[in-house]
């Protein structure tokens, strides 16, 4: 069959539609070059905020529809509105052909199978993790990859939806997680992603470093020793992780980064509030002073990194002065970026429980003023850059115009300049930066000899 993934939600997701496309290819069937192509479309669905449900729920719908006219073409659905919502999904979507959870996604090869020989729908959201080469389930020709290594989150922030979909927090063995990357790597990778909901808390639960021998550098706390071992396999140029927590940020981490080369100065660190009182109700497990520590922390070791964090408006409660706070506290801190939300209550969270009382006006009124001070703030630090060269991993043609084409910094900035003959992804090039916007730096290729 072609199939067609279409993928809603974080790079985690990206990952999971990655592994399924992987593990259809290798059961005999073919990525389609477009939708309308395809006689098998998995929707692989996000349910983070209740926007992001309403969007895959409308696609489905529409695919439902389509079906009409192609009653053999398959539809099913993955990820994490899949696991919420199970079963009542086939209720309420007419012709749906399978619900297939966060943890089953290995069997979505034979569910297909099932499916075509008249056993649909078909629905499994079991909690046991079903496993995957995942070595084996990484798309070829790729300069970057992105790599799980922890799954899940055990933490309980009281608005957030991932425990539920995601399950119970579970680190791989680092011998399979050096197996991966090393075998990427081999492939030609020379950017890798270490992803995991609660990254730093890699091995925390289990004892990931079974029968290996001690870290050279001396790393007893294993996301530190992981990202040590990882930064030794041969070829690797740039190493990131997603997402961070403040009470991950250790001094072991701190010089990790510092120390490991491949490993990139930038932390994505969401705090969600500038008051503590907020903090508390969020269950997010950490203070302000504590999160001032961990950014203090990296800067005095590596003062050129780039700190992001994302951030919460609205939050039930919050009040206007404790509003003020957390403007006062990005300020404070100079984030280089900042991912702005509008609460939102998710089904099944503490916080879904309490009332929504900041309107949605509000909630509007006060997005838009962070947003509008980060642009200012990431205006003004990547200003400092131009006038300097920085090293840029190609990333590929600009999807905003073909003259030109973009890449990102150690720092995770974007990058755009006009390309050389001969520019291929993944090259890593000195950009002379000239220009800078919030989200942009603009610069010129320093070639060799010029
Ligand atoms: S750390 Fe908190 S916000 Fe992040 S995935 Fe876990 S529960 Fe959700």
């Given at each position: 069959?072609?199939?067609?993934?279409?993928?809603?939600?974080c790079?985690m997701?990206e990952?999971?539609?990655?592994?399924?496309?992987?593990?259809?290819?290798?059961?005999?069937?073919a990525?389609?070059s477009?939708?309308?192509?395809?006689?098998?479309?998995?929707?692989?669905?996000?349910?983070?905020?209740?926007?992001?449900?309403?969007?895959a729920?409308?696609k489905?719908?529409?695919?439902?529809?389509?079906?009409?006219?192609q009653?053999a073409?398959?539809?099913g659905?993955?990820?994490?509105?899949a696991?919420?919502?199970?079963?009542s999904?086939?209720?309420?979507?007419?012709?749906?052909?399978?619900?297939v959870?966060?943890q089953?996604?290995?069997?979505?090869?034979?569910?297909?199978?099932?499916?075509?020989?008249?056993?649909?729908?078909?629905v499994?959201?079991?909690?046991?993790?079903?496993e995957?080469?995942?070595?084996?389930?990484?798309?070829?020709?790729?300069?970057?990859a992105?790599v799980?290594?922890?799954?899940?989150?055990?933490?309980?922030?009281?608005?957030c939806?991932?425990?539920?979909?995601?399950?119970?927090?579970?680190?791989?063995p680092?011998c399979?997680?050096?197996?991966?990357?090393?075998?990427?790597?081999?492939?030609?990778v020379?950017?890798?992603?270490?992803?995991g909901?609660?990254v730093?808390s890699?091995?925390?639960?289990?004892s990931?470093?079974?029968?290996a021998?001690?870290?050279?550098g001396?790393?007893r706390?294993?996301?530190?020793?992981?990202?040590e071992?990882v930064n030794?396999?041969?070829?690797?140029?740039?190493?990131?992780?997603?997402?961070?927590?403040?009470?991950?940020?250790t001094?072991e981490?701190?010089?990790?980064?510092?120390?490991?080369?491949?490993?990139?100065?930038?932390?994505?660190?969401?705090v969600?509030?500038?008051?503590?009182?907020?903090?508390?109700?969020?269950?997010?497990?950490?203070?302000l002073?504590?999160?001032?520590?961990?950014?203090?922390?990296?800067?005095?070791?590596?003062?050129?990194?780039?700190?992001?964090?994302?951030?919460?408006v609205?939050f039930?409660?919050?009040t206007?002065a404790?509003?003020e706070?957390?403007?006062?506290?990005?300020?404070?801190?100079?984030?280089?970026?900042?991912f702005?939300?509008k609460?939102?209550?998710?089904?099944?969270?503490?916080?879904?429980?309490?009332?929504d009382?900041?309107?949605?006006?509000?909630?509007?009124?006060?997005?838009?003023?962070?947003?509008?001070?980060?642009?200012?703030r990431?205006?003004?630090?990547?200003?400092?850059?131009?006038?300097?060269?920085?090293?840029?991993?190609?990333?590929?043609?600009?999807?905003?115009?073909?003259?030109r084409?973009?890449?990102?910094?150690?720092t995770?900035k974007s990058?755009?300049?006009?390309?050389?003959?001969?520019i291929?992804?993944?090259?890593s090039?000195?950009?002379?930066?000239?220009?800078?916007?919030?989200?942009?730096?603009?610069g010129?290729?320093?070639?060799?000899?010029?």
């Amino acid at each position: 069959m072609k199939f067609h993934i279409k993928t809603y939600g974080c790079q985690m997701n990206e990952r999971d539609s990655e592994e399924v496309a992987m593990l259809l290819a290798r059961s005999g069937h073919a990525p389609a070059s477009c939708e309308a192509e395809a006689d098998a479309i998995v929707v692989n669905t996000c349910s983070v905020r209740e926007k992001a449900e309403v969007k895959a729920l409308g696609k489905i719908r529409m695919l439902l529809a389509a079906k009409r006219e192609q009653p053999a073409r398959i539809v099913g659905v993955m990820g994490c509105m899949a696991q919420r919502l199970g079963e009542s999904l086939v209720r309420r979507l007419r012709g749906l052909d399978f619900v297939v959870g966060t943890q089953r996604l290995a069997a979505i090869p034979a569910i297909l199978d099932a499916v075509r020989a008249g056993k649909g729908p078909i629905v499994d959201c079991g909690e046991r993790r079903l496993e995957s080469e995942a070595s084996l389930t990484h798309r070829a020709g790729g300069h970057s990859a992105l790599v799980n290594i922890l799954l899940g989150c055990d933490r309980r922030c009281s608005y957030c939806v991932v425990p539920l979909v995601r399950g119970r927090e579970w680190s791989r063995p680092a011998c399979q997680v050096l197996e991966e990357v090393g075998a990427l790597v081999r492939h030609g990778v020379r950017d890798i992603t270490l992803l995991g909901q609660s990254v730093m808390s890699y091995g925390a639960k289990q004892s990931v470093w079974e029968g290996a021998p001690a870290s050279p550098g001396g790393y007893r706390e294993p996301f530190p020793r992981l990202l040590e071992a990882v930064n030794a396999i041969p070829g690797l140029k740039r190493l990131r992780f997603m997402s961070g927590h403040p009470s991950g940020c250790t001094e072991e981490l701190v010089r990790a980064m510092a120390e490991l080369p491949a490993v990139c100065e930038h932390l994505h660190l969401p705090v969600q509030s500038g008051s503590d009182r907020i903090l508390k109700r969020m269950n997010r497990g950490y203070t302000l002073d504590d999160y001032r520590e961990a950014v203090r922390r990296i800067r005095a070791r590596i003062p050129a990194a780039a700190v992001t964090t994302d951030i919460i408006v609205g939050f039930p409660s919050e009040t206007p002065a404790e509003f003020e706070e957390t403007r006062r506290f990005m300020d404070e801190i100079g984030f280089d970026n900042a991912f702005i939300f509008k609460y939102a209550p998710r089904e099944g969270t503490t916080a879904a429980e309490w009332k929504d009382d900041v309107s949605a006006d509000e909630k509007m009124r006060r997005n838009k003023i962070l947003l509008e001070e980060q642009n200012r703030r990431s205006l003004q630090i990547n200003e400092k850059q131009v006038g300097c060269d920085c090293e840029v991993r190609v990333e590929g043609v600009s999807r905003r115009t073909a003259a030109r084409w973009t890449g990102l910094t150690r720092t995770a900035k974007s990058v755009m300049f006009e390309p050389f003959a001969g520019i291929q992804e993944g090259d890593s090039i000195r950009v002379g930066i000239e220009r800078a916007m919030p989200q942009t730096l603009y610069g010129s290729v320093r070639l060799p000899g010029r």
